[in-house]
């Protein structure tokens, strides 16, 4: 018998090829992913790298079977496709879990290359057997065992390779290579595969069941979706890469952050780091301790809210100005404490920049000056507000401190010391000294004390020795010049986590500047001592005119805030009406919310809801509010000045100038608001003043934006029916359509499912309905349709429902009726039909008959679907009769009706 002998597409063969490379190179990265992740991320990985890669192995192979291309029709059966697709899965993941181990022995290499090429060989013979063709497939034994071969190989040398490279982070040559080399390997197995089978012609009856037709589109779809697969596969692998590394710097610069907060939390200042925008990112522990805001709140420039209001603008302009420019940051601020207590505070910031002179991080602290600030503040204040002379000394000595630069990174001497108090380390000891570190180490340091501070200095120090707690002074120190500086010298205790105490760290802070100032301005003081206490009297006459018209603006304020309150509470009630109006899906439900609302959003007025009718000449009272006066329920639309003009209209008590007719008898002031939607007036809200209050036209918009509400709610509603009739009913007949029936018949079969009762179905057809519009054209036919439409509506009961099911067809439900009743019912519409006479264009257009095809519910179906179908069979049953007769379906109808039946009638 001559064999079927079939081509290859050989752009599909190259196609499949570019997927065997893809997937390798998948599978390589995948395997270095499985190899560094553990616990659950490796079974993570393992799972998706086996899939990912197990797809790539199966698209591979089906596109290289649509490759070969037989000059028969080939269909796939796809449960058995599904089952080739877990073979590829399971050995991808046998791979994947070989090479991800620590070592992998020639046991290990031959075990898993033997599994994997099994796998490989499996899933190609698997897709051979899901092909259903006219034909049959004999395959080569020796040629079968040498691509079982070749699958063991190409997996030895896969394994081999993956192991080697897997551990790359990037597309080396190596790994592209080994893709390369992979990808040209796989296909050889496939392709020696396919060529050891042969097909030979067999007209043998095929079961196509479970089967479908694969073409070289869905081929390039396969295609597209593997690789799509495995570049979301390589991107994640990628990703996941970079991740780790990131995750490992960022662990290194913690472990350096967490060393630098130590280290800043045993400084006995309050220390502070910034980024080069200058937002502050860390702030130690004597700041929270003392401004009670939390690490989060003090981030950024939320410091600022500790900082005192007259300092807060040139403050922040000094520091913007400091970070713009990268120069030294000094200034003089009060700070307010978490007791809400100001303390005056010396701050100061150097930046850090890196080898390339580039700013990294700005370093500063803040120093508690408040004891010498503390008299120089109160007559600076003084001072500042009474005389001149004093307000420019003191602008020369902020400039002096605002532009005065710090020598290094740290603008303080920091020194430490062991228990005993000896010092051991000073940073800038021989900056100011002149001295050399070593010549500060010990007590020599207290040599550089100024004779009459150190007995002080020392006592103070020693004190702090044996209590260990924390230490401060103010002494002179003497510098390389011989001249001596004040001071202020504290330390803080270091202790273990046994509370012994392991080192001393300390601060000495140049404060020489506010000590002269503080000198300087006492004597100014004594100077001005006698034109300040003149000026006290008349401070405290203007303190006094000026607390009287602040009680005035308070109470302005208070009546303000009061009004405000009543206004957003209306506003609110206002925003929670129209969130409910717009969920309403009636208009009673529309006018229960609005009338609900309307005493709490006015509750000082009384009001009522009147609509227009359907044919907008008569409006109707539908509600009212807080016991209205309503003298017409009813009224005709003239009698409203809103409804005339669309605009508001107020109505002043002894005003008759333009009063509504339909409120006579009413004293009061009143207005009525016209309610509109979409230029449309839908009528009116009428409201009355109490006969305490008047109506204020300033609340206007609030009265206006209710009835706009009301208006656009109702107008919503009307569209949504509008819009639901025509969804469901036909658009030339007016009758109900095919998907209204559809839902009802549904419904209607349910209910007489659970009441035991029957539902009958007449299907109608009018009998040569194109010999109408052949003869009297398309306008005629719809004329035709219509009147039959009426005919029918008005031939059945006010339960039962007529649809127009499409073209000349219609459907008649009828709940309760049996198969005698339906079929009653149907010969006496058959006979009106027959009497009805249709005029088009002044002439009649003869004599109507119709086809009836009758089926019950539960007799001839229990779907829907079947019932339409033994109603449709009796209908054509009726039809190859002769026409103008009723069919009633029988039992057996149900599997009648097929297209070949259809086309003869």
């Known amino acids: 018998m001559p064999t079927i002998t079939g081509t290859y597409d050989y752009r599909l063969v190259a196609l499949s090829v570019a997927l065997a490379m893809a997937t390798s190179y998948a599978a390589l990265d995948l395997a270095g992913r499985v190899t560094v992740s553990h616990r659950w991320a490796r079974f993570v990985w393992l799972t998706g790298g086996a899939v990912a890669m197990g797809f790539g192995i199966w698209a591979m192979h089906y596109v290289g079977m649509l490759a070969f291309q037989l000059p028969v029709r080939v269909l796939y059966h796809y449960p058995t496709v599904v089952l080739s697709l877990l073979a590829a899965i399971a050995a991808s993941a046998v791979a994947l879990f070989v090479v991800s181990r620590p070592r992998m022995g020639l046991a290990n290499e031959l075990g898993g290359s033997a599994l994997m090429g099994g796998g490989i060989a499996g899933m190609h013979y698997i897709g051979m057997a899901a092909m259903r063709l006219p034909a049959t497939m004999e395959f080569q034994p020796d040629r079968v065992i040498l691509s079982i071969v070749l699958a063991v190989l190409v997996s030895l040398v896969a394994l081999t390779l993956a192991f080697r490279v897997r551990l790359e982070r990037k597309a080396s040559s190596t790994k592209i290579g080994s893709a390369f080399l992979m990808g040209c390997a796989i296909p050889l197995m496939h392709y020696t595969g396919m060529w050891a089978v042969d097909f030979y012609p067999d007209n043998a009856a095929i079961n196509f069941s479970h089967t479908i037709s694969v073409s070289a589109i869905s081929g390039m779809a396969i295609a597209t979706s593997s690789f799509a697969v495995l570049a979301l596969a390589i991107a994640s692998s990628f990703m996941d890469r970079l991740l780790s590394t990131r995750t490992s710097d960022l662990q290194f610069i913690r472990e350096r952050e967490l060393y630098l907060q130590t280290m800043a939390e045993t400084i006995p200042e309050i220390i502070w780091t910034a980024s080069p925008d200058g937002s502050t990112d860390f702030t130690n522990r004597k700041w929270l301790d003392y401004s009670g805001l939390t690490a989060d709140q003090s981030k950024g420039s939320g410091w600022t809210v500790a900082v005192h209001p007259e300092e807060l603008d040139a403050c922040w302009l000094r520091w913007q100005e400091a970070t713009r420019k990268g120069e030294p940051y000094e200034d ?119 004779p009459d501070d150190q007995p002080l200095a020392l006592e103070k120090w020693q004190g702090a020795l044996r209590s260990g707690q924390p230490f401060e002074v103010e002494c002179r120190l003497q510098g390389k010049d011989g001249g001596y500086r004040w001071f202020l010298v504290r330390a803080n205790p270091i202790r273990n986590d046994a509370g012994e105490i392991e080192k001393w760290i300390g601060t000495c802070t140049d404060i020489e500047n506010q000590k002269q100032n503080q000198k300087l301005l006492e004597e100014e003081v004594l100077d001005r001592t006698v034109q300040l206490e003149k000026m006290n009297s008349r401070l405290q006459e203007e303190m006094a005119e000026k607390d009287l018209a602040r009680k005035q603006f308070d109470g302005q304020n208070e009546k303000m805030m009061k009004d405000l309150e009543k206004r957003s509470e209306r506003a609110t009630m206002l925003a929670k009406m129209g969130e409910l109006l717009q969920s309403c899906i009636s208009r009673d439900e529309v006018i229960s919310v609005a009338l609900g609302f309307a005493p709490k959003i006015f509750p000082a007025v009384r009001g009522e809801l009147a609509l227009l009718n359907t044919t907008r000449n008569q409006a109707e009272v539908i509600g009212s509010w807080n016991e209205c006066y309503i003298p017409h329920p009813e009224f005709d639309s003239s009698d409203c000045w809103a409804l005339r003009t669309g605009h508001p209209h107020l109505v002043t008590p002894g005003d008759s100038t333009a009063r509504c007719s339909h409120v006579q008898g009413i004293s009061v002031s009143y207005m009525c608001l016209p309610i509109l939607a979409q230029g449309e007036t839908l009528g009116i809200v009428h409201l009355q003043a109490t006969s305490e209050g008047q109506l204020e036209s300033a609340e206007l918009s609030f009265k206006t934006t209710f009835a706009g509400q009301v208006g656009l709610s109702i107008a919503n509603i009307r569209l949504r029916e509008a819009l639901r009739m025509q969804s469901v009913r036909d658009s030339l007949t007016g009758l109900y359509n095919r998907r209204y029936l559809e839902e009802l018949l ?160």
């Open 332 to 450: 003089e601020m009060r700070l307010r404490g978490k007791d809400g207590v100001f303390r005056w505070f010396l701050a100061r910031a150097n930046p850090v920049r890196d080898p390339n002179g580039t700013i990294v991080k700005w370093f500063g602290t803040c120093t508690d000056i408040e004891d010498q600030k503390h008299s120089q503040t109160i007559l600076r204040e003084q001072i500042v507000e009474r005389t001149q002379q004093l307000a420019d000394a003191n602008t020369r000595l902020q400039e002096e401190q605002y532009f005065r630069k710090l020598a290094d990174g740290v603008p303080e001497m920091i020194w430490t010391a062991d228990p005993r108090g000896m010092v051991d380390y000073v940073n800038q000891a021989n900056d100011y000294t002149g001295r050399a570190a070593e010549q500060s180490y010990g007590g020599a340091f207290a040599e550089t004390i100024h």
């Open 746 to 905: 549904e419904r209607e079969m349910r209910r007489a499912s659970r009441a035991a009762y029957p539902v009958g179905v007449l299907m109608i057809d009018l009998d040569h309905f194109k010999n109408f519009n052949d003869t009297y054209g398309h306008d005629a036919g719809d004329a035709v349709l219509r009147e039959t439409g009426l005919l029918l509506v008005k031939s059945v009961r006010a339960e039962d429902v007529v649809c127009r099911y499409g073209g000349e067809e219609f459907v008649i439900v009828l709940p309760t009726a049996n198969a005698e009743t339906s079929q009653a019912r149907a010969e006496s519409i058959r006979t009106k039909i027959k009497e009805l006479t249709v005029i088009h264009q002044g002439r009649p257009m003869g004599m109507l008959t119709i086809s009836v095809g009758v089926a019950v519910f539960p007799e001839h179906g229990v779907s829907p679907k079947e019932l339409m179908s033994a109603a449709d069979a009796a209908l054509y049953e009726a039809k190859r009769s002769g026409r103008d007769q009723v069919s009633v379906a029988s039992p057996k109808a149900i599997d009648l009706g097929t297209t070949a039946e259809k086309s003869a009638v």
